[in-house]
């Protein structure tokens, strides 16, 4: 039997294409994972792929703004513990580069990782996900990163692999074992990126664990010409590569990356205007994290201005982590994105969906509303778009629509739902 037709209506549509097209009668029609028509519900089809729309599944969105799934193109979300006590030590005046340098920062967290059973890891990072899934979250990006040894890394992926078949949202993986130098390598960054690149990198990628690698390159983790080594090896296995760049000092990171046509650089608070031109002669995206930026006390912000004047892609993502990122909501770093680096209300929608799907390397089928897209949406109560980037510490998802299935439940009120007619559903 072929999938049911399925007809969404009465929506106000951000189609969230190059256009940002708002469609205010709205209709989409789905089948299976996919989309096969979008657009204005008074040009609805009589038929679509041989089908007879008039008998699709029918439901009426009562009006409700409708984007795309939005999509998480940066976070650390598979870890263990975490490090409150070091936010302690930050609001105590200890810079994060100071914590690092004592032994802290990441290490503390691969020492958590690496006692972590990988169902230990599961148990931890499932109600993460769930909170960004309840956000109106379709796909994620999770990085390794915290094991730095064969072994922990491989657990870590596995761990996000296994979260991605349980859940309900794509999952994208990202291989960044070189986050920091492990203990075993003290004193010895290029030995460890000799190992990464000739023994760990061949053999996750063998067993189907990555989808890109990631490089942490700064003032406290490893130099350009180290990533750059690590990009050939990545570059030899057919792997696209990302960059943590110019977070903490400019050393060169973001032109190295768009050199080797990198998805993304993330951060960028210390990029400028050279930065931001690379990025967009490169269609690289610039991945822009404003809660790690509260979270660290920073002071100095990402190129806006000159990201924009460039034309290059701006997403925004969580960078939940237990350091520098403890959050589990993309709603909150919509907000941030507006209020600390001045996006508009279209950039940072934009920032969450088109361009976080180039970034993580899904935009063929993700992060717009248009036929032949996965059939992946948020169903939103808000009677305006520039409420998603307004509210703090309050969710206005109604549901968030996963390849066409209802995968958080219909929000309660205090006025029922009316009772759907046979063939045609409220939601």
């Known amino acids: 039997m072929p999938e049911p037709l399925k007809l969404w209506s009465n929506a106000h549509l951000a189609t969230c294409d190059a256009e940002m097209r708002l469609i205010e009668h709205g209709a989409m029609l789905s089948q299976g994972a996919e989309l096969l028509w979008v657009g204005d519900e008074e040009s609805l089809p009589a038929a679509v792929s041989g089908r007879d729309t008039h008998q699709a599944e029918s439901y009426d969105l009562r009006g409700a703004c409708v984007t795309p799934g939005l999509i998480d193109c940066h976070t650390h979300l598979v870890f263990a513990g975490t490090r409150a006590q070091e936010y302690s030590q930050r609001l105590r005046g200890v810079s994060y580069e100071e914590i690092a340098r004592r032994g802290g920062g990441i290490l503390s967290t691969v020492r958590a990782v690496r006692k972590a059973s990988g169902l230990q890891l599961f148990d931890e990072s499932a109600p993460r996900l769930q909170s960004l899934i309840a956000e109106g979250v379709t796909t994620v990006e999770i990085k390794s990163g915290y094991g730095l040894t064969l072994a922990d890394e491989t657990k870590m992926l596995q761990t996000a692999r296994a979260l991605g078949r349980v859940f309900p949202i794509t999952v994208t993986t990202t ?76 050393i060169g990171g973001t032109q190295l990356a768009t050199r080797f046509g990198a998805l993304s650089c993330d951060h960028l608070e210390y990029a400028n205007k050279a930065e931001a031109e690379a990025l967009a002669a490169s269609g690289t995206v610039a991945v822009l994290l404003p ?78 509303l248009a036929a032949g897209y996965a059939a992946d949406f948020a169903i939103w109560d808000v009677k305006d778009l520039s409420e998603l980037g307004y509210w703090t510490g309050f969710n206005p998802c109604r549901a968030t629509i996963k390849a066409g299935e209802f995968v958080t439940p219909q929000a309660k009120r205090s006025v029922p739902y009316a009772k759907p007619q046979k063939g045609r559903k409220t939601a």
Not at 329 to 346: E, N, W
Request: proline share 5%; with cysteine.
């Open 175 to 250: 291989l960044l074992a070189a986050h920091t130098v492990p203990p075993e390598f003290r004193g010895s960054a290029d030995s460890y990126i000799d190992t990464v690149c000739r023994e760990w990198l061949p053999k996750i990628h063998a067993e189907g664990l990555i989808d890109a690698v990631d490089v942490f390159c700064d003032s406290i983790a490893f130099d350009v010409r180290q990533a750059e080594r690590l990009f050939q090896a990545a570059q030899e296995l057919g792997l696209p590569v990302k960059m943590h760049a110019e977070q903490l000092a400019n």
């Open 291 to 368: 809660i790690a930026f509260y979270s660290l006390a920073a002071s100095r912000k990402p190129p806006v201005r000159a990201l924009r004047a460039a034309g290059a892609a701006i997403a925004i993502a969580t960078d939940c982590n237990p350091g520098s990122s403890p959050t589990a909501s993309l709603l909150l770093a919509m907000s941030m994105g507006t209020r600390l680096f001045g996006l508009t209300v279209d950039e940072v929608l934009a920032a969450v969906t088109r361009h976080a799907a180039r970034a993580a390397g899904v935009h063929r089928n993700r992060g717009t």
